[in-house]
């Protein structure tokens, strides 16, 4: 009998550690779907109020009908861009009447002219100089050309006819910040994504200038909306996430910028009812950089497209059949309101749309996972001692488990602090890389050490031991390097 005492204890099951792994592993992806869920899609901003619409400050019947004529002399110009000399002479026709529309408001127009392939181009717009913050700009803007052989009705007359709306509903107005209303010439092809956009070109010579833009709106085909079941469609997973039916506007932008979509919603919501929708996603995914926010976002500013979804929508979106027969100008009348109290929204300094701070927000989610894979591996700290496990195996469960709950905490705590850190960009990112990767080291490294018996605090022998070494030592120099920046930055900060 005391020989048999003496004898080693029995190794875990690995179907029990098996199990246990694979729990850990679905929680940890759960947390990541939830926070995606809550990033991507939960971006837009909450009020309860009483409406611009409803207070009756603005004659929705003298919008409507301010729209439906705007709309219809874009429309008899025909095509608007650069394919031959008639589109053209269109085109710089359509600015004249731009000029024409906000001088008769009683606006200054501002030119902004430039030349591509030996033609001469022009973005337009006037300013509303803020009062309390005038250096911090927020611009709303459409696009006065069209796609070829296209009439652009809703693409994009619809945006021009809600600015001037805008224009109208703002005269007077005591804004904190300024605001400036621009409309931009070669967003369409064979401009769109190239250095010779009108948007491009505009932001380009903000940021040179060193303009402290807050936020952007484009407005791009704004008119159309159908309670036809199926007649809305977005690309997989999105379309499990938003309406089949075509009669929401959509607010999108991309990851920095979910901060402005929030306060642009809220700010819409103030002016209006109607129903609306928003996202942020990555550049990659399909229309997200259709339209000239896209620009402002290669030059660091935040941007957001203001939008009925144009193809996902309409048939109709990019050929000679977008006519203003299919534009809802009811719906469009209570868009413009929205869109004037999102204005307001914006220009108020008691809000600043200002960048997401990214790496603080990314940082704060793998804290999150890291944290929630320390406390993971309490259970089987637990157990052991239940089970009157060896002394060395509820020891490694025991680091585990505190180790991980503290890398996890730190990690939050310096996404927190990020904010007031001074670093560069890239040294905060460097900083937040490090400590993402070493807390995976050590989640890797102890979690699994800790299943098998191996410590792995020495390379040989070689095998399992190695890769558990491995882990440890980019636990450790993660941590090493990150800690040495945020104390440089916290020291530079004070």
């Known amino acids: ?29 759960l947390g990541v779907l939830v926070f995606a869920f809550w990033y991507l899609v939960k971006c837009d901003g909450a009020w309860e109020g009483t409406l611009i619409e409803a207070k009756g400050l603005a004659d929705l019947s003298a919008i409507r009908k301010r729209l439906a004529a705007d709309v219809a002399y874009a429309q008899s110009l025909g095509p608007r861009n650069s394919e031959n000399e008639k589109a053209y002479a269109q085109l710089q026709t359509c600015a004249e009447w731009i000029v024409q529309q906000w001088q008769a ?24 100089p803020g009062a309390t913050l005038p250096s911090q700009i927020v611009i709303v803007s459409a696009q006065y050309d069209t796609l070829p052989d296209s009439p652009g009705a809703n693409n994009n007359a619809s945006g021009m006819a809600a600015l001037f709306g ?44 060193g303009e402290d833009i807050r936020a952007m709106l484009s407005l791009d085909s704004i008119g159309i909306y159908t309670h036809t079941p199926g007649s809305q469609r977005l ?16 607010f999108i932008a991309n990851l920095p910028s979910r901060h402005c979509v929030t306060v642009t919603t809220r700010g819409f919501r103030k002016g209006s009812s109607f129903p609306i929708a928003a996202g942020v996603a990555p550049e990659w995914v399909p229309g997200v950089t259709w339209s000239d926010h896209s620009s402002f976002w290669k030059f660091g500013y935040p941007g957001v497209q203001v939008t009925d979804t144009g ?18 100008f009811d719906a469009l009348a209570r868009v413009t ?80 602090a990020l904010p007031r850190i001074a670093l560069s960009r890239e040294a905060i990112w460097m900083a937040v890389w490090s400590l993402i990767a070493g807390g995976y080291g050590f989640v890797f490294a102890m979690t699994v050490g800790a299943c098998t018996g191996r410590r792995g605090l020495w390379p040989r022998p070689w095998g399992l031991n190695t890769v558990l070494f491995a882990g440890h030592g980019i636990g450790a120099l993660g941590l090493f390097v990150a800690v040495c920046l945020v104390l440089y930055g916290a020291l530079r900060a004070i």
């Open 166 to 209: 805008l224009s109208e509903l703002l005269k007077g107005q005591r804004l904190d910040r300024t605001v400036r209303l621009v409309e931009f010439v070669n967003e369409e092809d064979p401009f769109f994504g190239t250095a010779q956009m009108g948007s491009r070109i505009y932001a380009k010579a903000c940021r040179e200038r």
């Open 235 to 250: 690309p997989w997973p999105f379309s499990l996430l938003y309406p089949n039916r075509g009669d929401f506007l959509a």
């Open 337 to 416: 309101l929205g869109i004037y109290g999102a204005t307001l929204e914006l220009a108020n300094r008691q809000n600043d749309p200002g960048l997401e701070n990214l790496p603080a927000q990314w940082l704060f989610l793998n804290g999150v996972i890291v944290l929630l894979a320390g406390l993971v591996a309490g259970l089987p700290f637990w157990l052991a001692i239940l089970r009157g496990d060896s002394a060395a195996n509820c020891q490694a469960w025991r680091v585990a488990h505190a180790t991980l709950i503290g890398q996890g905490l730190l990690m939050l705590i310096i996404a927190l």
């Open 1 to 29: 009998m005391a020989a048999e005492s003496t004898l080693p204890a029995a190794p875990p099951r690995p179907r029990f550690w098996l199990f246990k792994f694979l729990l850990a592993l679905g929680l940890a992806v």
């Open 105 to 128: 408001q009683g606006y200054v127009v501002r030119r902004q002219p430039f030349t591509v392939r030996g033609k001469a181009y022009a973005n337009l717009e006037v300013e509303l």
């Open 311 to 328: 193809a996902f929508r309409s048939a109709s979106h990019t050929t000679k059949e977008d006519t203003m027969d299919k534009i809802d």
